[in-house]
């Protein structure tokens, strides 16, 4: 809510503009901030949106590469797993056939 009021004052307001536009230029003189790149030059008059869920999409798509990495790993023991229950289920099929009743 806060950003859409600094957008629209930022729109609506030419003085406020020229205000910040003079502080940032006083800032880069002092090198508090660093020199305007050519493409921002050129681009001073577009400037460019902000994209708040892109930090958003980044979180979703590391935790869905967790995810898959521990699907990979879940996946490898469920398959070891079925493969020792199969052993263990041959054992017993083979000692209950002897007469051999596991405790």
């Not at 406020?16 to 001073?44: G, H």
């Not at 869905?64 to 469920?78: H, Y």
């Amino acid at each position: 809510m806060k950003l859409k009021r600094v957008k629209f004052a930022l729109n609506q307001n030419p003085a406020l503009r020229r205000t910040l536009k003079t502080l940032e230029d006083n800032l880069r003189e002092r090198r508090v901030l660093p020199p305007l790149t050519e493409s921002a030059k050129m681009n001073a008059d577009n400037p460019k949106q902000y994209d708040n869920t892109t930090s958003h999409k980044m979180l979703v798509s590391k935790r869905a590469s967790a995810l898959e990495v521990e699907n990979i790993a879940l996946k490898a023991k469920v398959k070891e797993l079925e493969s020792k229950l199969e052993r263990f289920r041959e054992l017993s099929e083979t000692l209950s056939e002897m007469g051999f009743m596991p405790r």
